[in-house]
Every structure is written in C-alpha cells, then in structure tokens.
C-alpha cells in the first residue's frame, strides 16, 4: 500500500501495531496498555499460574479496584464476603505478578476508565485494552481502545498481544452548537437512539464534525465511553490541541523534549482529507434537546419533550414483543410523556459521568437548591483524585447542602455490583450507560440521562426538562 | 478445550431481540472468581422469582429446555457488558450453540474463545426454528458450518478459518500467540514502550 494512500485515524493506529498478519489468520496487534480490575481479571491470572506463565510487561499493565468495592467508608473491610474475596484475589495476584496496583487506600485508585485518562496513561495513538466494556471511553484522547473478555485478558498479559480481525470504520458526524442545556451525553444517547444498540456492530466509531471539537476532553469520554452501547467496541476522537491542554503535565506523559516530540507525532494521527470510512451518519447538533431513555435498553431513547413510543406501532413481531416487554418492566405507558413521571433514586457518577465536570454541571444546578426530599440521591466521583479536586471546590458541601450522599469513588450503582442498588420496582434517573433490566439493582427501573437531568429531576422529584431550572 | 463435534438437539426459542448479557448473567454473580458453577444462574431474573423458585412461564424452566444444547435468541444477542461469564454461564447450563440473526462482537469473541458456537442465521431459518415443535431436533455441524432442520434443509453460517480451525481441533488460541512471541520481541525492539505505567503504591 501505498504511503500517500490517505488514511483515517484508526486505520494509522491499527497499521502502526500489526505484529504479524497471515492468511486464514486473524492479525495479532500489539497492545501498548492494559488496565486491569477485580472482576474480570481472576481468572485470567488463574490460567496464566496453570501454564506457568508471567505476564510478558507488568510496566505496561495496572491494576486498580472499582466494580465491587463498598463507596461508603473504604477503610473499613468490605461487609460481603465473596466481594472481599475478589478483591483480596486481585491484590495477591497483583503481588505475584508484579502488576503495578493501585489499592483502595491509593490516592490514584477510581474507576478505571476514570484513572487511565486522569493520570495521563491514555495518549493519543495507543492501543488500550481492558477487560470492560466500556474501555472505548480512552478513545475520547485518540487511543484504539476496546473492551475484550477474560481470555482475551489472559493473552494480553502472557503475550502484550491480541489476535483481532481488522473492524470497518463508523463516522459519526456531530455539527452544529449545542444549545443551552444539552450536553455530550445527550449527543451520545441520540446517536444510539437513532442508529439502535446494534448499529454499530463490527466498527470502530469516529466521532467528528464542530459539535465534538467544541466538547472538552471529559465531555469527549462521555461520548466515546457509550459507543459500546451503540454496539460498537471502539469509539474515537481526532487529538487535537484541546487533547495535548489536557494531557500537559499529567503524571504519566512524556516530559521536556519527549512530550514536544510526542505531541509532534499526536499532530499526525488524525484522518487525512480524503480518507473514507465505510459508513457514516451526520448528526444536527443545534436540532438535539436533552434526552432520556424509556426502555431496557439505550437504544430506547427519546427527546425530553417526546413520548414513549407504542409497540402497536412496530411491524416485526419479534421487535414488537421486545419494546411490549421492555415496556411493562418499566411500567410505562405508550404514548405519554416521561416528563413529569415520578422517581424514587437519582444516581450521579459512573465511568460516563463521574468526573469532575460532571459533577460540576451537577452541583452548579443544585447550589441554593433542595432535592425532594423524598428522593435518594447518590453522587460518587470516579475517582480519588476526582473527590479531592471536588472537595478543594467545595462541591461535598454544596451536594450534602441540598440533601444528597456524597459518596467514596467505584462504580457503584451503575452495575450495583457492592450493595449500591435499586429496591425492586423503584425509579432512578442515572447518569450511567445501562439501563438493562435489574443493571441498577433486580427489579430497578433506569432512565439513562445526563448529569443536569439528574440533577434536575432530583430537585422535583420528576423526570424534568433541565432547561425549565435554567432561568 | 475439547473439539466441536457436530451434535444434534433440542431447540430452546427466546424470542427477544438485543437481550443483553446482565440477562444472561447478572452482575451480582460476578464476584466470582471462578468459572464454573454459573449455569445454575444462566438467566437468573427471568428464570426464577424473588423467592428463588423457578418460574413455570420462563422456557428454561420447562421440559424442552431439559437436555437441549441450542439456544435461539432474538437479533444481537449478547450486547453489552464484556463478561465473558455469559458464555460460562450458557455452557454450565449445557448449551453448545447460540443461534440469532447476529451477535454482540464482544460475546461472539468470548463465544469462540470456549467452544460456545455463535451460529448467525438468515431471518427465514430462525423464523423457523423459533415456531419448531418442541420435540423437533436440528443438527448442528461446525465442519460444514451447516444447521440442519427438522426438514432436511440445511442453512450454513459463517466463522472465520482460524477459529474454526481452533475449534474442530479442540486447540486453545494463545497457543499461536505464544509461537508468536519472535515476532513480538522484534516489534518490540522497533518499538520503545510508548507507556510506563510505573509501580503503583504497592510494587508487586
């Protein structure tokens, strides 16, 4: 191939870390940073012990805890036993292979795709896997970065490597201004709303267009971190100088001449004029309102101001039935607003939106405000250093002020995984990425929103229309 | 792993399209750090109610399910989360394939990875096998990548050689990784570690 052959962003990073490619077979690419947690990685360490293998780079590998830890009082022991256990494992595991950890009682510990970016591990031009789906979030700095299963997990770790076949590319073009009120997340959950959680499939997303170079860097994680829910396993943003402003002076970027070096290379990595992707779709910024889901699954999206829809509607009977039973488990009825239904939880945090300009967009509605006081409301930050630059701000003061739970970082109830969960039957809007049956607990019911929805449903009780609460 | 061998059975139909793998596994089940013992929970909060009794409406729990190693599910099975539990969970509960109109990539992978076969049908085929009678039997034949129906006709579906490969031979995919590793340590030379993740708090 020819080296003038314009080529897209992903296509320069794929290329860049093909190890060996034979006929028949799939490519085996290198890995250049693997984030690893509790859940899914006890296993893989396990498989690697039975065949007497280390892991091939432990200075390319992390660890860190989130999914299962309690996000109330972190130093005490953890109440459940298999959690503790999972946990406990991690650390002997960590030990024995000489994976760099960081523990609960870290200052860098947090969600791991909180941690990744926030220490400045996650660059431009990197591959990063890990064993989350939600991984595609690092894309947000420009990194191929995609979630993959245990195995997958274990071959990482003995190899630096993974067997892959090479995905079609997906752009996804955002133009326009958004207006007051709506944020990436309401980006993110129209786009899925329109294409459906299996559109997709088989590609890696890039995310272009005025919209998304207007979004600062946490907003393009937001973006990037659901492209898994729209079925795809890679999401992708061009760096550019808004990229380099956030990564200057993290911990783990290059430093004096390597980062101008460094930046020189990032310079090179976004897609040529003239590239072409093998699909895309544009999307009309300054046309999107806030957005909220009705269903079980993301895809189920729908403006604030619009209604849910009716299964009568749906030709294929398959889908029918689908969207019929997605509806009785919320208990919704088709055709009538969400706007103004009641709810019972408001859930603030996860690896969409537990960062500290999200909790910032959250308290700013809140300040001077209450929430309902018949509401519970959850606000964990992502991570250790997410909560201490939230408390060098004062925004504990201002959340604990209007009536919700300040909590410690961890996933908590996005998978409800540590006993931060939903009573069955209850309503939450969430600022998560799932809204699958029991995903915040068994018997939950999710609205998937952004931080200023959730905040502002949480001062009325209802789902509400944020821009109502803005003058 | 043992090799795929073709096999005949029963066909358990679930017609929901998009079903997710929290479904298939919920999270709370994933403290565990082993693999085995998920069946019992394969589908854990469609399949049983709040006082752990199995639901006598939901399929797994009625005499076809006993026994049948084909699960036919709705379009895109297997979205969301990357836990490869789901596949664990299926095999624990004895099924060998899965068939839809089309797969999660992530769960397709981890599908591969242990010898759960994903099998993509057209959507005349799996209209068919989701009205089968509940006796009727399909045969499932990775070699010809062929399903074949209680009729006689047969519907191929795809997979890519080199699982396949793996797969009849019952041969575990790290190990072309790790022939591999020549390869691996002359990128590497060529290629400065572009990240240092450094110790951590607590240096291994």
């Keep these: ?471 | 792993m043992e090799p795929i061998t073709a096999f005949s059975s029963r066909v358990v139909p679930l017609p929901i399209d998009n079903i997710d793998t929290d479904q298939v596994i919920p999270a709370r089940f994933l403290k565990t750090t082993d693999k085995t013992g998920l069946g019992k929970d394969l589908f854990h909060d469609w399949r049983y109610d709040v006082f752990g009794n199995p639901k006598p409406d939901f399929i797994l729990n009625q005499g076809r399910a006993a026994g049948a190693a084909v699960l036919v599910a709705g379009d895109n099975f297997g979205c969301g989360s990357s836990r490869e539990h789901a596949p664990w969970a299926l095999l624990g509960f004895g099924f060998r394939a899965v068939v839809s109109t089309s797969f999660a990539d992530i769960f397709r992978n981890n599908c591969l990875k242990n010898g759960l076969l994903p099998v993509a049908v057209d959507a005349a085929t799996h209209a068919e096998l989701m009205s089968l009678d509940p006796a009727a039997e399909v045969r499932v034949d990775l070699a010809s990548q062929t399903l074949r129906l209680p009729g006689g006709r047969e519907a191929t579906f795809p997979i890519d050689s080199f699982s396949k490969h793996c797969l009849l031979s019952g041969v575990d995919q790290l190990g072309y990784l790790a022939e591999k590793i020549p390869a691996v340590e002359a990128y590497e030379q060529g290629h400065p570690a572009r990240v240092q993740t450094g110790g951590g708090d607590k240096p291994g």
């Design chain 1, 1 to 471: 191939m020819s080296a003038s052959r314009p080529r897209t962003l992903f296509e320069k990073i794929w290329e860049g870390h093909v190890v060996a490619e034979e006929a028949g077979c799939p490519v085996v690419l290198y890995i250049d940073l693997h984030l690893v947690h509790e859940v899914t990685s006890p296993q893989a360490f396990q498989g690697l012990r039975e065949r007497g293998l280390k892991v091939r780079r432990p200075s390319q590998t992390l660890a860190t805890m989130d999914h299962s830890i309690p996000t109330t009082n972190q130093t005490l022991p953890i109440v459940d036993p298999i959690a503790a256990k999972q946990v406990e494992q991690l650390r002997i595991n960590c030990r024995e292979f000489g994976v760099p950890l960081y523990d609960l009682s870290s200052a860098r510990q947090g969600i791991v795709h909180v941690i990744g970016p926030e220490l400045g591990l996650t660059q431009p031009g990197l591959t990063l896997v890990c064993g989350d789906s939600h991984t595609s979030t690092h894309g947000a700095l420009g990194a191929l970065a995609f979630g993959i299963g245990t195995t997958e997990v274990e071959h990482v770790l003995a190899t630096q490597c993974l067997l892959q076949t090479r995905p079609q590319t997906f752009e996804v073009r955002v133009d326009g201004s958004l207006r007051p009120g709506v944020t990436a997340k309401d980006i993110i959950l129209a786009f899925i709303a329109r294409v459906g959680v299996a559109g997709g499939t088989g590609h890696v997303l890039e995310y272009t267009g005025s919209a998304i170079r207007a979004l600062p860097v946490e907003g393009r994680m937001t973006v990037c971190n659901m492209s898994i829910e729209g079925g795809a396993r890679a999401g992708l943003i061009a760096p550019d100088d808004t990229t380099f402003q956030y990564l200057a002076g993290r911990p783990c970027v290059p430093q004096g001449p390597a980062w101008d070096a460094a930046v020189a290379a990032w310079r090179e990595l976004p897609t040529d004029a003239g590239a072409s992707y093998d699909k895309s779709i544009t999307i009309d910024a300054a046309g999107l309102e806030p957005m909220i889901t009705y269903g079980t699954n993301p895809g189920m999206g729908i403006p604030i101001s619009g209604a849910v829809p009716s299964p009568d509607a749906v030709g294929d009977p398959v889908q029918r039935a689908t969207l019929a039973k997605a509806l009785q488990y919320m208990g919704l009825e088709p055709g009538k607003p969400l706007a103004g239904h009641p709810i019972d939880v408001v859930f603030i945090g996860s690896c969409t939106n537990s960062r500290i300009s999200d909790l910032r967009l959250a308290a700013g509605l809140l300040k001077g405000r209450k929430v309902n006081p018949r509401l519970r409301v959850l606000v964990v930050p992502g991570s250790q250093q997410v909560r201490k630059q939230a408390e060098a701000e004062g925004l504990p003061e201002i959340f604990r002020a209007a009536g919700c739970d300040w909590r410690e970082p961890g996933c908590s109830m996005c998978i409800a995984m540590n006993g931060d969960e939903l009573k069955p039957g209850q309503y939450c809007v969430s600022t998560s990425n799932r809204n699958f049956e029991g995903r915040q607990g068994k018997g939950g019911r999710t609205f998937l929103a952004s931080p200023l929805t959730a905040a502002a449903s949480a001062v009325t009780g209802v789902v509400t229309d944020v821009r109502t609460l803005l003058q």
